[in-house]
């Protein structure tokens, strides 16, 4: 199944990502190209929310996998708030921070209990961009 990758609002200002139980890489890559077309579409900072609350885990080869993507990552990408995200997840954001220079598209994450509480972060992001 694929992960979904849509505008949140109105505002275009956020691209909401649902991640399904199960997702490949090459889920992975689809959704970055269809993120990054909408993020192609602007001319500002868009956030993004990776909802992660029905995914039962990372594919293999996490780390190297994601760092390689970041090649991909379009300059106009803000933060990244994941929900629901595992100890592992987070366990992999964190060794993910320590090897990847922070002013890198595509590094700069949170996370959040709930899709609400994510945008409550990238709502406040953004105004103090302002």
Known sequence: MAISVAWYDDTQTIVQWVFPAHWTWTDYDEAQAASNALLASVDYTVDIIGDLTASSGLPPMALTTYKNTLRRSVDNTGLIVLVGGSFFIKTMVSALKAVVPSTTPGTDFAFADTV??????????????Q
């Open 116 to 129: 609400e509480a994510a945008e409550a972060l990238i709502r406040q992001r953004q105004a103090a961009r």
